[in-house]
């Protein structure tokens, strides 16, 4: 793809953003999140009554700056590791007044298969009083294995592949400004180091298989800064309500800064959520849609650090298509979601899902499209901070798949 395809792409992509930013007010949004929450029930209501926990007075929410929402559970790592133990923590707090400043949030996702995969992630966003700043997080240190099916869309064999064991760092930290009501700009720094890369199988020429040789040696680091635009006019990040939300990455890793090759890419995410039911404000009746488009503009980018399926900033997309099956210089995605409540007291719900991805290299960009669709059950965990605990089931072609997580996919 040449730099003039791609610019029409990105103003392609914006376009969404322009049409939600129609509301030019110049004074700090108001949230505008669920206004009463005495009538809505979660597992802490019922969990308090089956074991007869009183309380002097109904849980005020408004009183509350600090939620947490724990849940342990077993699940299925990537790469063929078998069974886990896995607990997902997601934390809220308001660092200001909840009607200028967005919640901030945290999760931590610890994981541990008894056999030497473990992985110690965690995301943050932190917002300060008034949203003058919004500071986010990712720090990850994983013995992590994945499978690889090559560049693009030529291997249509699901057992075609690869399983790649490496130890993963990461280190991403960046400092947004607000320049404006919605609207914020700043620089992040950004690492990966991958270190004792090596194939499952010896006999195995990771290099010759993927047709591809930078960074497939026995390490592979990328050390770079970013420039960083953001748009965002959601109050909960773990459960967003109606709003829109865009994130424009551009990240550069030179040399001089610890890179083994120089390099560029671009990060584009747009997302749309659009309630179907204004008049009840604690019912959820909502279109979610999220699209991202991520791209390498140098041929020297590390095989790992390409664009592939399931590896955005939070590893939710891609539901129903097993991680990494798609990689390229270049990944377009998109996803719709309809969210609605079951009950009247918001304890459950569902989402029906469907997405689709395309990426570049053997084959052209947009010649080839991957979907995939599903569904999912919703239990709220927690009315304060919103947080629904979700089980979500996910197909494509050759691939099903169960997903367990606290919080929405986007």
Request: net charge positive; proline share 5%; charged share 15%.
């Amino acid at each position: 793809m040449n730099i003039r395809s791609k610019c029409i792409l990105w103003v392609c992509c914006l376009w969404p953003c322009v049409s939600l930013a129609q509301n030019p007010s110049n004074v700090m949004p108001q949230n505008k999140g669920i206004k009463d929450t005495a009538r809505q029930t979660d597992l802490i209501d019922i969990a308090k009554e089956l074991f007869h926990i009183r309380q002097n007075k109904p849980r005020s929410q408004e009183e509350k700056k600090i939620y947490f929402s724990a849940l342990p559970f077993g699940g299925t790592l990537p790469g063929g590791s078998g069974r886990a133990l896995i607990t997902s923590t997601t934390a809220g707090i308001y660092l200001g007044a909840r009607r200028t400043t967005y919640m901030s949030t945290a999760t931590f996702a610890p994981y541990w298969n008894f056999k030497g995969r473990f992985g110690l992630p965690l995301r943050t966003s932190v917002w300060l009083p008034d949203n003058t700043w919004n500071i986010q997080g990712d720090t990850r240190f994983m013995v992590y294995p994945q499978y690889t099916w090559g560049l693009g869309n030529h291997n249509n064999d699901e057992n075609n592949r690869v399983l790649i064991n490496y130890k993963y760092i990461r280190f991403y930290q960046s400092a947004l400004k607000r320049i404006r009501p919605y609207l914020f700009a700043g620089l992040g720094y950004h690492l990966d180091y991958r270190f004792n890369i090596q194939s499952d199988d010896p006999e195995v020429d990771v290099k010759q298989f993927t047709q591809y040789a930078y960074g497939l040696g026995s390490k592979s680091l990328s050390s770079g800064v970013s420039l960083n635009l953001l748009y965002d006019t959601r109050n909960n990040a773990i459960n967003p309500l109606p709003g829109a939300y865009m994130n424009l990455v551009y990240r550069i890793n030179p040399t001089f800064l610890g890179s083994d090759h120089s390099w560029q890419s671009v990060y584009l995410d747009v997302r749309k959520y659009m309630p179907l039911n204004k008049a009840r404000v604690n019912q959820q009746n909502m279109l979610a849609f999220w699209s991202y488009f991520w791209t390498a503009l140098n041929n020297t980018a590390p095989y790992l650090d390409l664009p592939s399926t399931g590896w955005d900033p939070y590893n939710r997309s891609a539901r129903g298509i097993d991680q990494n099956r798609y990689r390229g210089k270049s990944l377009l995605y998109l996803e719709s979601e309809y969210r609605r409540d079951i009950t009247n007291n918001g304890l459950l719900g569902f989402v029906v899902f469907a997405n689709a991805n395309t990426v570049s290299g053997a084959g052209k960009f947009f010649a080839s499209w991957h979907p995939a669709a599903g569904a999912g059950l919703r239990i709220k965990f927690n009315k304060g901070s919103n947080t629904n605990i979700g089980i979500d089931y996910g197909f494509s072609k050759g691939y099903s798949s169960i997903m367990l997580n606290l919080g929405e996919a986007f």
